[in-house]
């Protein structure tokens, strides 16, 4: 008999969570909600909501936009997307992250400092987070995306490291030996800003993945946060198959397993680990 079990730790984080619940009661209010990108880089729970009333929209749509309601989604974002809501009279509906607002403050504080360090960023160029991190420094930040992109950094000058909040710590430790090695002149910080609900994840999900024989890693596509913990997976279960929904399942990937787990990053929805779990006994009984 296959035993099939889904990863308690697995699911939205606290701020995506927040983010939905913020979502789902203004639509419950009016059937219609503008939210400012993806609410969460899962094309599933985005459709999800979509037929509930909301829509997705871009910084191009924000700047025609008039006196509408708009999310700002966990990630946050930049000074300018308030200012263009204010002047467009849009009602800001903030789902901003408390570790992501804490850390924009963080920088913004550091950029204004008297000695003007330069402020770099571990993290994914273009990601929404990373655009808003470096919203707070005029643009000036220096976004690094592995210890290779050093170069672009001034070491004459003090430096301040900071990571996106859903990185790995095994990154932010390579960047920041790399510009150790490069001598820096200046004074140099490297500040652990990554959250602690994603850190404490990649333990407990190579636990999990290593207790089972086959795993299902449900994730998102555009999921940063996923690309990271299916790693870890991988390295704990080479037997792991990243997934991004129940119809990706392969019926010879369960034969002769006799545990599988299904988990997912903090972008995936408790409801599609679920459907992923009743396919999997749907195909273990035929």
Not at 157 to 176: F, H, M, P
Not at 250 to 278: F, H, Y
């Amino acid at each position: 008999m296959t035993t099939v079990e889904i990863d308690k730790d697995s699911g939205f984080c606290p701020g995506v969570v927040t983010a939905i619940r913020k979502a789902e009661e203004e639509l419950e209010k009016s059937g219609r909600l503008y939210c400012l990108g993806d609410i969460v880089h899962n094309s599933n729970e985005v459709e999800r909501l979509k037929k509930k009333g909301l829509v997705t929209i871009t910084h191009d749509d924000l700047r025609r936009l008039r006196n509408v309601k708009v999310l700002l989604r966990a990630h946050g974002e930049p000074p300018e997307t308030y200012r263009t809501a204010r002047d467009n009279g849009i009602e800001i509906i903030d789902a901003t992250c408390p570790v992501v607002l804490k850390l924009q403050k963080r920088i913004k504080k550091s950029y204004g400092s008297d000695n003007h360090p330069q402020i770099v960023i571990y993290g994914k160029t273009g990601h929404a987070e990373v655009n808003g991190l470096v919203g707070q420094t005029d643009g000036k930040a220096i976004v690094v995306e592995s210890s290779g992109d050093v170069d672009k950094i001034d070491f004459s000058k003090d430096i301040v490291l900071y990571s996106q909040t859903t990185k790995s710590r095994e990154g932010l430790n390579a960047i920041e030996e790399a510009i150790r090695r490069r001598n820096p002149k200046g004074i140099f910080e490297c500040h652990d800003t990554i959250c602690r609900q994603v850190a404490n994840r990649m333990p407990r999900i190579s636990k999990f993945a290593a207790s089972h024989e086959l795993v299902l890693f449900v994730s998102g596509k555009k999921s940063s946060n996923g690309k990271i913990l299916f790693d870890e997976c991988s390295n704990a279960n080479p037997n792991a198959k990243l997934i991004y929904s129940e119809d990706d399942i392969k019926k010879e990937w369960l034969e002769n397993v006799a545990s599988i787990g299904i988990c997912g990053a903090t972008s995936t929805p408790r409801w599609l680990m679920a459907n992923v779990k009743q396919r999997v006994e749907q195909l273990l009984d035929k």
